[in-house]
């Protein structure tokens, strides 16, 4: 993908994501520093992705005659894992994730109904004697 495309991706995303919280009132003004930080960890996590699905999670470290010396982790396995959790962490934030979004609100879970409510007990048979 080039820089430009990759760009619009990022634009497209975080744009679509800005105006959807902004919406319903998750977003402010005073959030954009916050969120843009969001988005830049979207961006590397993304970028660091698309090197790994080309190139591969480990790099083969040789000796001048060309002899495995190392099999190391590649740099960008570990910066898109700690994007993914700058991600993580920061969407809880503004309501990124299945959990978060139930915090926020709107229609309430009904509780299942509890049928021994509908019993007619004595108190002495709950509380005990």
């Not at 495309?5 to 998750?26: F, M, N, P, Q, S």
């Not at 790994?52 to 002899?67: Q, V």
Request: aromatic content about 6%.
């Amino acid at each position: 993908m080039t820089d430009a495309a990759h760009d619009a991706v990022i634009g497209v995303t975080c744009d679509g994501c800005k105006h959807e919280r902004h919406g319903l009132g998750l977003l402010t003004s005073a959030d954009t520093t916050f969120f843009s930080a969001y988005c830049q960890s979207y961006a590397r996590w993304r970028a660091a992705e698309e090197w790994l699905s080309e190139n591969g999670a480990t790099i083969i470290l040789r000796d001048k005659d060309g002899k495995v010396r190392q099999i190391v982790r590649a740099p960008q396995a570990i910066t898109a894992q700690a994007a993914l959790a700058d991600l993580n962490r920061m969407g809880q934030q503004f309501g990124l994730s299945p959990s978060a979004r139930t915090s926020i609100g709107g229609a309430e879970t009904p509780k299942p109904e509890n049928k021994f409510m509908k019993l007619k007990l004595p108190p002495a048979a709950i509380y005990g004697p």
